[in-house]
């Protein structure tokens, strides 16, 4: 199958990503690896669909460095970016790494929460088979409507779509049934496993994967470790993670996210799907940061 118009609405973010090398000195400095680099869950995710398919990002950002990083990152990963130029600074999380490679994460969100509907809709004008809706859309009150709407005129135009979940706890703060109802003109879902849980009040993954299924057609349910579990096709499937030195996790779903997608628009099958995911985040993993150099993983192991 040829490659897919695809459009990915998400948050523009610059991420800080931040590893100490020593215990913490609350009032003095601590040594710690620095990386300033082009975050956003959805660019993650465009970047790997970009390998193989034509991508549009879209999103709302600041007349700010932070802005013209991010644009400039996802120009050398194939990714046009459609900015919506706002007076608000661009999005910001600084992520800060345990040694076990898990992070905690300080969120501004900035002229993300500004994204308009009219802006959206120009963008949607043009032609194009698939659109993605990064979570972080739909979990913000300002912007959930955009998603919604978005989301019902790709369905109009005959295009699929695809939704994750991004963060459990403002995905309970808005509480799953909200979250629910604005994606219900998605046809692929995905989420980790904790996500899941929470959105379906479970406590087994192939539980949620059994209520999930009942709303979207496709469901992918990322566990880290333990690797990936999914219905598709009418059928279960599952594929173990690779076993290799975890550095940093941010942007490991995302990545395992991309790969999938990009497979299925593909026409290829879930199983290599799944194959190709577990493949994508392992190669995250093994650096610090969501798009790491290809030394990092030696330097920090």
Not at 32 to 41: C, E, I, K, Q
Not at 46 to 66: C, K, N, Q
Not at 126 to 148: K, N
Not at 194 to 217: Q, S, Y
Request: aromatic share 4%; charged share 20%; with cysteine.
């Amino acid at each position: 199958m040829s490659a897919r118009r695809v459009v990915v609405i998400g948050d523009v973010m610059l991420d800080v990503i931040v590893a100490p090398t020593a215990p913490l000195e609350p009032t003095s400095d601590t040594p710690a690896v620095v990386r300033l680099v082009r975050g956003g869950s959805g660019a993650n995710l465009a970047s790997a669909l970009a390998r193989r398919h034509d991508v549009t990002f879209v999103g709302a950002a600041g007349e700010d460095v932070a802005a013209e990083v991010f644009s400039g990152a996802l120009a050398s990963a194939g990714v046009a970016a459609s900015l919506e130029r706002v007076d608000e600074t661009t999005g910001t999380v600084v992520a800060l790494i345990a040694p076990d490679g898990q992070r905690a994460m300080l969120t501004d969100r900035g002229a993300n929460s500004q994204l308009s509907l009219e802006f959206v809709r120009d963008v949607l004008s043009s032609p194009f088979e698939h659109l993605h809706v990064s979570g972080y859309v739909i979990l913000d009150a300002q912007t959930r409507s955009v998603a919604r709407a978005a989301l019902s005129l790709a369905r109009e135009k005959g295009c699929s779509t695809s939704v994750d979940v991004c963060s459990v706890a403002p995905l309970r703060a808005i509480t799953p049934d909200v979250f629910l109802d604005a994606t219900a003109e998605a046809e692929m879902f995905f989420a980790n496993e904790e996500e899941a849980l929470a959105i379906t009040g479970t406590n087994d993954v192939d539980d949620a994967l059994h209520l999930l299924k009942e709303r979207f057609d496709e469901v992918v349910v990322t566990r880290g470790a333990r690797g990936v579990r999914a219905w598709a096709d009418g059928s279960l499937w599952s594929e173990d993670a690779l076993r290799v030195p975890v550095v940093d996790t941010t942007g490991a779903g995302d990545a395992a996210t991309g790969a999938y997608l990009s497979a299925r628009l593909e026409g290829v099958g879930p199983a290599a799907s799944l194959r190709a995911a577990m493949a994508s985040s392992a190669l995250v993993v093994q650096g610090l940061g969501s798009i790491p150099s290809p030394t990092e993983a030696t330097k920090r192991t």
